[in-house]
């Protein structure tokens, strides 16, 4: 286990953003509720907690919206601090979680949280590798779409276990956030892959040229 609570956990809830473990993400920080959170993160154990905010957020966005009960610890692996009080950060997710009763609710909610572990598996298995050359296949595939595809590029490391090139594709990959959300959800690593590899195969592949006319050249 990569992380353990020691207490409740900030929170910071998005709408339609899901953060798997083992993927990074950029956050601007704006709002003073959450500046405060960050000032508190940094100054303890530097993680926070990603949530997705449910449907209707909008109505009190000011309040206290609700969010999905799962989500995912991350932990601030850089942060900049700009000259109008904001904060530029990088995060990395660190585990899945159930969220819990709210201990705070003011500046910003804390949760207690409940680790979500994964089943065991090995990275030898055929389902594994075939699901981790299938969701590289994929991001090959996808690769000439880029922002149509990708909220960003996904960058996967050479040797990553089939855990982190699922994070980092799906955490990437311009899907719905339920769609994501159910993937969060999944216990089994290689099925969690594989339900990934679906979504993605439902984006449509770049447009390709039709071929000349016969006899005539192509320049």
């Known amino acids: 286990m990569d992380w353990e609570p020691q207490g409740p956990v900030p929170v910071f809830p998005l709408p339609g953003v899901v953060l798997f473990p083992h993927a990074e993400m950029p956050l601007h920080i704006f709002e003073l509720r959450y500046r405060t959170l960050v000032r508190d993160a940094i100054s303890a154990e530097r993680v926070i907690a990603l949530a997705t905010l ?55 909610r804390a949760c207690d949280v409940e680790p979500l572990v994964d089943a065991p598996y090995s990275e030898t298995d055929p389902l594994a590798e075939v699901a981790r050359e299938g969701l590289l296949s994929e991001r090959t595939r996808l690769a000439p779409l880029g922002t149509e595809a990708w909220l960003s590029p996904p960058t996967v490391a050479e040797g990553a276990s089939l855990a982190a090139v699922a994070g980092v594709i799906g955490t990437s990959a311009r899907v719905p956030a339920e769609d994501k959300l159910s993937l969060l959800a999944e ?29 005539l050249s192509p320049n």
Do not use: K, T
């Not at 009960?69 to 995060?91: F, K, M, Q, S, T």
């Not at 439902?202 to 040229?209: E, F, H, K, S």
């Open 54 to 108: 449910s449907a209707g957020w909008e109505q009190d966005y000011h309040g206290s919206p609700p969010f999905h009960e799962l989500g995912c610890v991350a932990r601030i692996e850089a942060v900049e601090w700009l000259p109008n009080d904001r904060y530029e950060l990088r995060v990395r997710g660190l585990m899945r979680v159930r969220f819990g009763r709210v201990r705070r609710e003011f500046p910003y």
């Open 187 to 215: 216990d089994r690593v290689p099925e969690r892959a594989r339900q990934l590899r679906e979504l993605l195969r439902r984006v449509a592949a770049p447009a390709q040229a039709p071929p000349p006319p016969p006899g």
